[in-house]
């Protein structure tokens, strides 16, 4: 029976993947026969080592909050846990940054990868409450440093007048691994327990390692005079340039690491009959859609409504759960979030590379995405604490409103005018900020 089923999860896992392999493929080598073979063969690696890293780390979404319960943790508790990952993304944000623009980025890449392989296999041999924080810091790690490093390479590699197709196709290892890994973490925890779960993960990310290590990376020409060079890591969060959309990314995580902490455990208390890595497909099924639409539109019709549009997605996704008493309404709100999601950070990584020159992406992609590291670090443990006098839906019901004040945050004040805010969000005005507009002006 053992047997049965384990070769019914390879068998549903490798036939997803070849489902979602297949279409990718065709999208991202329709960009891919415009360059050069050399670079083809690079870009399609980087996207395998993407696919694996995402799949292993989103092994656990799930899971790993039943498992923090099932070893005696409250609801603080697990959103405490939960959150330790984003004290690792805070902690190791900075050095990442600049270690990606001074010595490299697949030596970061690397860095981020070695953490996926080896965060759950920590897990797996521990079950205490502070060991498991600690555990998860350093799983907080893997996102501070593979994806700082893949979307500061893919914008290296891209030639700028493809850069947000480019970006938004490279980016679909996130949406596809959001849907292969917690499918194949729920499955394996439903049939044979944690303790697999968690091997599977981590074999994941030894091949990914492996795959990797075959990355070449462009080298990058620094220029000099920068004013930013001379600005310390963190005074960049007052950058105009950098600024909102770090705002706009707090509050995004605060929501998001919400959304990824309590789903599972409201979906067991709603008493809701969903395999909980359903909701984590239909999220990225919208996200993988929507990602084909928007990279090459954006370069079309700018950054600004997008961003509008996915935040507005935020709005809706979050009244969906807070209203949610059947699995439909679920896994419509996942997918609707999936949408936002799959907006969101490509064209945010888009915004901040049309903001900055090649040797300074590192440092101001870092820093703005600091903004939604703090968002997923204080979503557990402080909205945890909201969770035991509101309950999981009066959560979700704030996080609604969370949701629309980054919207009218990004609508009134993108710009260093209302007006020019107002025409930037809703496509009807470039964007101030960015290098080739302010090179010209």
């Given at each position: 029976?053992?047997?049965?089923?384990?070769?019914?999860?390879?068998?549903?896992?490798?036939?997803?993947?070849?489902?979602?392999?297949?279409?990718?493929?065709?999208?991202?080598?329709?960009?891919?026969?415009?360059?050069?073979?050399?670079?083809?063969?690079?870009?399609?690696?980087?996207?395998?080592?993407?696919?694996?890293?995402?799949?292993?780390?989103?092994?656990?979404?799930?899971?790993?909050?039943?498992?923090?319960?099932?070893?005696?943790?409250?609801?603080?508790?697990?959103?405490?846990?939960?959150?330790?990952?984003?004290?690792?993304?805070?902690?190791?944000?900075?050095?990442?940054?600049?270690?990606?623009?001074?010595?490299?980025?697949?030596?970061?890449?690397?860095?981020?990868?070695?953490?996926?392989?080896?965060?759950?296999l920590g897990y797996f041999m521990t079950q205490a409450i502070p060991l498991l924080i600690a555990i998860r810091a350093i799983h907080g790690i893997s996102i501070a440093a593979f994806a700082l490093a893949y979307s500061a390479l893919v914008v290296d590699l891209s030639p700028p007048q493809h850069r947000g197709e480019l970006i938004g196709y490279m980016s679909l290892v996130n949406p596809i691994g959001l849907a292969l890994g917690p499918a194949m973490g729920g499955y394996i925890h439903e049939w044979f327990g944690f303790g697999p779960m968690f091997l599977s993960a981590a074999g994941?990310?030894?091949?990914?390692?492996?795959?990797?290590?075959?990355?070449?990376?462009?080298?990058?020409?620094?220029?000099?005079?920068?004013?930013?060079?001379?600005?310390?890591?963190?005074?960049?969060?007052?950058?105009?340039?950098?600024?909102?959309?770090?705002?706009?990314?707090?509050?995004?995580?605060?929501?998001?690491?919400?959304?990824?902490?309590?789903?599972?455990?409201?979906?067991?208390?709603?008493?809701?009959?969903?395999?909980?890595?359903?909701?984590?497909?239909?999220?990225?099924?919208?996200?993988?859609?929507?990602?084909?639409?928007?990279?090459?539109?954006?370069?079309?019709?700018?950054?600004?409504?997008?961003?509008?549009?996915?935040?507005?997605?935020?709005?809706?996704?979050?009244?969906?759960?807070?209203?949610?008493?059947?699995?439909?309404?679920?896994?419509?709100?996942?997918?609707?979030?999936?949408?936002?999601?799959?907006?969101?950070?490509?064209?945010?990584?888009?915004?901040?590379?049309?903001?900055?020159?090649?040797?300074?992406?590192?440092?101001?992609?870092?820093?703005?995405?600091?903004?939604?590291?703090?968002?997923?670090?204080?979503?557990?443990?402080?909205?945890?604490?909201?969770?035991?006098?509101?309950?999981?839906?009066?959560?979700?019901?704030?996080?609604?409103?969370?949701?629309?004040?980054?919207?009218?945050?990004?609508?009134?004040?993108?710009?260093?005018?209302?007006?020019?805010?107002?025409?930037?969000?809703?496509?009807?005005?470039?964007?101030?900020?960015?290098?080739?507009?302010?090179?010209?002006?």
């Amino acid at each position: 029976m053992i047997v049965k089923r384990l070769v019914t999860v390879a068998t549903l896992f490798l036939a997803s993947s070849a489902s979602f392999l297949h279409s990718s493929s065709r999208v991202v080598l329709s960009v891919l026969q415009k360059l050069s073979p050399e670079l083809q063969r690079n870009l399609l690696v980087l996207f395998t080592a993407g696919l694996l890293f995402w799949s292993g780390l989103a092994a656990h979404l799930p899971t790993l909050p039943l498992y923090i319960q099932s070893v005696g943790a409250n609801e603080q508790m697990v959103g405490t846990v939960m959150g330790a990952f984003a004290v690792g993304l805070l902690l190791s944000r900075q050095w990442l940054a600049q270690l990606a623009d001074a010595r490299g980025r697949k030596l970061v890449l690397l860095i981020g990868m070695a953490s996926v392989a080896v965060a759950p296999l920590g897990y797996f041999m521990t079950q205490a409450i502070p060991l498991l924080i600690a555990i998860r810091a350093i799983h907080g790690i893997s996102i501070a440093a593979f994806a700082l490093a893949y979307s500061a390479l893919v914008v290296d590699l891209s030639p700028p007048q493809h850069r947000g197709e480019l970006i938004g196709y490279m980016s679909l290892v996130n949406p596809i691994g959001l849907a292969l890994g917690p499918a194949m973490g729920g499955y394996i925890h439903e049939w044979f327990g944690f303790g697999p779960m968690f091997l599977s993960a981590a074999g994941l990310g030894i091949v990914g390692l492996i795959c990797t290590a075959q990355v070449q990376e462009k080298p990058v020409a620094r220029a000099i005079d920068r004013t930013t060079d001379a600005l310390p890591f963190w005074r960049l969060l007052g950058d105009p340039r950098i600024r909102i959309p770090a705002l706009i990314l707090l509050l995004v995580g605060l929501t998001f690491g919400t959304l990824s902490t309590f789903v599972p455990l409201f979906i067991k208390e709603v008493g809701v009959p969903l395999n909980v890595g359903l909701f984590y497909t239909a999220v990225a099924i919208a996200s993988f859609v929507i990602r084909l639409i928007a990279g090459p539109a954006s370069d079309r019709y700018g950054r600004g409504p997008f961003i509008s549009i996915s935040l507005v997605c935020y709005v809706l996704s979050m009244g969906l759960l807070w209203q949610a008493k059947d699995s439909i309404t679920f896994l419509l709100a996942g997918a609707v979030e999936g949408a936002g999601s799959g907006i969101l950070i490509p064209m945010i990584a888009a915004l901040m590379a049309d903001r900055s020159l090649p040797h300074e992406r590192g440092r101001t992609f870092g820093v703005c995405m600091v903004g939604f590291d703090v968002g997923i670090a204080l979503a557990g443990p402080v909205l945890g604490a909201f969770a035991v006098h509101l309950g999981y839906r009066g959560l979700f019901g704030l996080c609604v409103i969370l949701a629309l004040l980054g919207l009218l945050i990004f609508l009134t004040c993108s710009s260093d005018e209302l007006r020019l805010s107002l025409r930037f969000a809703l496509g009807q005005g470039r964007d101030i900020y960015a290098v080739e507009l302010r090179e010209d002006g």
